[in-house]
């Protein structure tokens, strides 16, 4: 593995067999990092391993950093577009209520860029990454039930695959997740918006004098409508290398069940869409699209646990931490648990020891990703506001701000940086690396003496 973990020894024996339920991007990374050390990987996938998605995800430094370890960085900058600023708009008039401006002596500080790129991009480059490190998948293949106690995964056709680990990482609607978690794996409470995924080539908006800026602005633009909210921003297509328009719109679900799959498209809705609550040339813009792709979202509580209690089956991904759709952490926060997880695997420990790993795990995602999981839906609603004093007041805060927020780093007042960018510098410095590191430094000689227990 490119760049490795600098201040620890890496193991050379004992190595491990892992199967991976779930081709997701947390799946496929885990299986890339985990093979990369050394241990031998099985991914196990319901689909045909194709993955089309053009829809944006967003690529945070806490997720650039651990991708260019990884020493994916040339093919991400291939297919990648570098953000500079976020910017708020009436959703109505178009007026720009406020930017947030990734300064560059900040992101210099940060070592990583705020990135944007496909969902399928991403997905492609880890398997085609996993497949090269020797990772073996089978396709066309449903996991129907697991047997943690003996590490053994069913398939819907007979098959008995076993392993020392299992990893869950097939997704919202987890096989793995009830028998980890049990009743509450299964259990929330259904989320009262929905998202949507929209895509537009910019050949067809570059014609067009009003929509052109958004075609060459690398800025991700958010309009903030009645109860509802738009955001936008630029992609590149991995096969043409063309610059598509990812779009995403955040509606109330009007108390109707909506499919919980980014799989299936239907035909474009204007009214679900809420449409002519947005100013007119973005009502134009969303126009060129053919299709949609909502997705609907259940709200859990933060799971107690990730690890079943036999220290043979654990999950990741959106398995263990079901995100809302399309937040600005999805993806980071899955390629930060196949960080996690393949780091404490790469630690110089014994087989007999992997069960306290698993631990040491779930102890260090558990509360990063529970506090994520609530700042993403805190910020959602926060750009989602219905008319009336609250959606006043954040307007009137974002323009009130908006000379603030344009003053080079050096020239801002410290309290504006400091109220503005700490819960942003929480998430986009922390590093499953050095946390890792951190832990091993702190318990790592209690580790090798006692053996398999977990110091408490």
């Known amino acids: 593995m490119p760049g490795g973990t600098q201040n620890i020894l890496r193991r050379t024996s004992q190595m491990l067999r892992f199967v991976v339920v779930g081709g997701s991007i947390a799946g496929v990374a885990c299986a890339y990092a985990l093979q990369e050390a050394g241990h031998q990987v099985l991914v196990v996938e319901q689909g045909d391993g194709r993955c089309n998605s053009h829809g944006g995800i967003r690529c945070p430094p806490n997720m650039t950093r651990l991708l260019n370890h990884w020493g994916l960085g040339p093919a991400i900058a291939r297919v990648s577009i570098k953000a500079n600023r976020f910017t708020f708009r009436n959703g109505k008039s178009g007026e720009e209520l406020g930017p947030l401006v990734l300064h560059e002596k900040l992101m210099k500080a940060l070592a990583a860029d705020f990135l944007y790129m496909q969902h399928g991009a991403l997905h492609a480059m880890f398997v085609e990454f996993a497949k090269n490190a020797g990772v073996q998948f089978r396709y066309n293949t449903e996991v129907v039930s697991v047997d943690p106690w003996k590490g053994v995964v069913v398939t819907r056709k007979g098959a008995r695959l076993s392993a020392d680990v299992i990893i869950g990482a097939d997704g919202y609607r987890s096989v793995v997740r009830p028998v980890v978690v049990g009743p509450e794996g299964i259990k929330g409470v259904l989320d009262k918006r929905v998202s949507v995924n929209i895509t537009v080539p910019t050949d067809l908006m570059r014609p067009h004098k009003d929509l052109f800026q958004l075609t060459v602005s690398p800025e991700w ?30 509606v109330p679900t009007d108390g109707k069940p909506t499919q919980d799959s980014w799989a299936r498209s239907q035909p474009l809705d204007e009214k679900f869409l809420k449409l002519d609550r947005f100013e007119h040339r973005i009502q134009k813009l969303v126009r060129f699209a053919q299709t949609m792709t909502p997705t609907g979202h259940t709200i859990y509580e933060p799971f107690d646990n990730w690890v079943h209690e036999s220290g043979r089956v654990v999950l990741v991904g959106e398995a263990a931490h079901p995100l809302m759709p399309n937040g600005s952490h999805n993806a980071a926060m899955s390629i930060e648990d196949a960080m996690t997880l393949s780091t404490l695997f790469s630690l110089p420990a014994a087989k007999s020891h992997t069960s306290v790993l698993l631990s040491a795990y779930e102890e260090l995602r558990q509360p990063r990703c529970a506090a994520t999981q609530a700042s993403e839906l805190r910020k959602r609603d926060f750009v989602c506001l219905p008319i009336g004093p609250e959606q006043q007041a954040r307007d009137d805060g974002l323009r009130d701000a908006r000379a603030r927020a344009l003053l080079d780093w050096d020239d801002a007042e410290e309290e504006f940086l400091r109220d503005t960018w700490e819960e942003y510098i929480d998430l986009f410095a922390f590093d499953a690396r050095e946390a890792v590191e951190d832990w091993w430094t702190k318990w790592g000689r209690l580790y090798r003496t006692r053996g398999c227990q977990h110091p408490e």
């Open 221 to 250: 633009s958010l309009w903030l409508g009645d109860d509802c909210a738009m955001h936008g921003l630029l992609t590149v297509d991995p096969k043409s290398f063309k610059q598509e328009y990812a779009i995403v719109v955040h």
